[in-house]
């Protein structure tokens, strides 16, 4: 009896304490693990099928040493019941159950097939006493099956997981995972290219400058606009760039040689514009505000580069961005991101409103900002360089010492 009342104790917290995850991964050779995930999708019967059979174990138990002390130790029950409860919590309880939380997938894939006949066994009588259960329940109002529904985890807990316990992945590896977990917290604001730095063919210029940025641009496809990047009239693809400069040298319509711009919301999340980036087949989309105001530009690449965060060519080009000083200050571009350079310093520097260097800095002194200024931000020194057409172009930042 007591045998079977630690397994029934072991089984239920190797059930309980079981990683579905490593179940699922051992399912794919292991008869017992598959058992084990079917009989955890319903844990209320699970549940009710130990504790019946272990009450049972204890109740034959707590009988046959009643018999055993009134006919051998002149009826001393009370002695009894001291060594039979002092017995079940170190042999029934407290031994199995340190086992099984140590090795709670172990416990449970060998487990499964004798609690899977329990499970049948008792079935009856589980109905019986679920209904019971559940009519109580609904009084707390709780949910049975709430834990079977519970088994995916959220990106949070994912990347707490990653911190945790991802010691054997890669370091780089691990870092491009973190990141595509974090793309759901992430907006197109976040990594889109500012309005004042897309590069595109204005067809009131020259055809020479034109032919240059058709021929610097990295991007297979090009906006259109005249005069005014809020003025597009179409976007160029590359492979239509010769029809486009023969009709633009000879002063012809280029518009039937565009095709129509996509645009999209600043709000909108990384993780869904990269879904419609691959459903269109586009990957370039002009960032529009509340207001349909083009606020900046953003490619299928600037998504990749944020998963592949601080490395390759990525990192290549923080690096330039950014120059570090022997005292531990950065040298940056005032149009630079705040989230990049976090990123590239592990800093923490807020990003609550404005994206860029300029943006923080002009927010925090409400006017326009002035050379050899020094200001200081969140605990972070800041030191206006060099202002161009009012707008900063170099600044110097630095941590201070906690």
Same mark, same amino acid.
């Given at each position: 009896?007591?045998?079977?009342?630690?397994?029934? #104790?072991?089984?239920?917290?190797?059930?309980?304490?079981?990683?579905?995850?490593?179940?699922?991964?051992?399912?794919?050779?292991?008869?017992?693990?598959?058992?084990?995930?079917?009989?955890?999708?319903?844990?209320?019967?699970?549940?009710?099928?130990?504790?019946?059979?272990?009450?049972? &174990?204890?109740?034959?138990?707590?009988?046959?040493?009643?018999?055993?002390?009134?006919?051998?130790?002149?009826?001393?029950?009370?002695?009894?019941?001291?060594?039979?409860?002092?017995?079940?919590?170190?042999?029934?309880?407290?031994?199995?159950?340190?086992? &099984?939380?140590?090795?709670?997938?172990?416990? &449970?894939?060998?487990?499964?097939?004798?609690?899977?006949?329990?499970?049948?066994?008792?079935?009856?009588?589980?109905?019986?006493?679920?209904?019971?259960?559940?009519?109580?329940?609904?009084?707390?109002?709780?949910?049975?099956?709430?834990?079977?529904?519970?088994?995916?985890?959220?990106?949070?807990?994912?990347?707490?997981?990653?911190?945790?316990?991802?010691?054997?992945?890669?370091?780089?590896?691990?870092?491009?995972?973190?990141?595509?977990?974090?793309?759901?917290?992430?907006?197109?604001?976040?990594?889109?290219?500012?309005?004042?730095?897309?590069?595109?063919?204005?067809?009131?210029? #020259?055809?020479?400058?034109? %032919? %240059?940025?058709?021929?610097?641009?990295?991007?297979?496809?090009?906006?259109?606009?005249?005069?005014?990047?809020?003025?597009?009239?179409?976007?160029?693809?590359?492979?239509?760039?010769?029809?486009?400069?023969?009709?633009?040298?000879?002063?012809?319509?280029?518009?039937?040689?565009?095709?129509?711009?996509?645009?999209?919301?600043?709000?909108?999340?990384? #993780?869904?514009?990269?879904?419609?980036?691959?459903?269109?087949?586009?990957?370039?989309?002009?960032?529009?505000?509340?207001?349909?105001?083009?606020?900046?530009?953003?490619?299928?690449?600037?998504?990749?580069?944020?998963?592949?965060?601080?490395?390759?060519?990525?990192?290549?080009?923080?690096?330039?961005?950014?120059?570090?000083?022997?005292?531990?200050?950065?040298?940056?571009?005032?149009?630079?991101?705040?989230?990049?350079?976090?990123?590239?310093?592990?800093?923490?520097? &807020?990003?609550?409103?404005?994206?860029?260097?300029?943006?923080?800095?002009?927010?925090?002194?409400?006017?326009?900002?002035?050379?050899?200024?020094?200001?200081?931000?969140?605990?972070?020194?800041?030191?206006?360089?060099?202002?161009?057409?009012?707008?900063?172009?170099?600044? %110097?930042?630095? %941590?201070?010492?906690?």
């Amino acid at each position: 009896m007591l045998i079977f009342s630690a397994f029934s #104790s072991g089984s239920e917290t190797g059930m309980m304490a079981s990683n579905k995850i490593k179940l699922n991964n051992l399912s794919k050779d292991s008869k017992g693990a598959r058992r084990a995930l079917k009989l955890l999708q319903r844990p209320d019967v699970l549940l009710a099928s130990i504790l019946i059979a272990n009450n049972f &174990a204890n109740i034959l138990a707590s009988a046959l040493v009643t018999i055993i002390m009134i006919d051998y130790f002149d009826g001393n029950v009370l002695l009894g019941s001291i060594l039979l409860t002092l017995v079940i919590l170190v042999f029934s309880e407290i031994t199995p159950k340190t086992i &099984a939380s140590v090795y709670p997938e172990n416990f &449970a894939t060998k487990s499964s097939g004798v609690l899977n006949i329990l499970v049948v066994i008792f079935k009856p009588l589980v109905w019986l006493t679920n209904i019971l259960s559940s009519r109580i329940l609904k009084i707390f109002n709780v949910d049975p099956m709430q834990s079977a529904s519970n088994d995916n985890l959220n990106s949070d807990e994912l990347r707490t997981l990653l911190e945790e316990h991802g010691d054997l992945i890669p370091a780089q590896s691990r870092e491009m995972l973190s990141s595509i977990l974090g793309m759901e917290e992430l907006t197109v604001e976040d990594i889109m290219t500012p309005h004042a730095e897309i590069i595109g063919i204005d067809i009131t210029q #020259s055809f020479e400058a034109a %032919k %240059k940025i058709i021929g610097s641009s990295y991007y297979s496809r090009l906006p259109v606009f005249q005069e005014s990047i809020d003025q597009v009239i179409g976007m160029l693809h590359l492979k239509d760039s010769h029809q486009f400069m023969e009709a633009f040298e000879a002063g012809q319509d280029v518009k039937n040689i565009l095709f129509d711009a996509t645009f999209i919301s600043q709000s909108t999340t990384i #993780s869904t514009q990269l879904s419609q980036f691959q459903k269109q087949d586009n990957n370039l989309s002009l960032v529009v505000d509340e207001y349909g105001e083009i606020q900046g530009l953003l490619t299928m690449e600037d998504i990749f580069t944020e998963i592949v965060g601080k490395f390759g060519a990525a990192k290549a080009d923080l690096e330039r961005e950014f120059t570090i000083k022997r005292d531990g200050s950065v040298i940056a571009d005032g149009n630079s991101k705040v989230r990049e350079l976090n990123n590239f310093m592990d800093w923490d520097i &807020a990003e609550d409103g404005s994206k860029t260097i300029n943006g923080i800095i002009t927010d925090y002194l409400d006017q326009i900002p002035q050379e050899n200024v020094c200001i200081e931000i969140n605990g972070y020194r800041i030191e206006i360089l060099n202002i161009v057409d009012n707008s900063i172009d170099k600044v %110097k930042i630095k %941590k201070k010492e906690s």
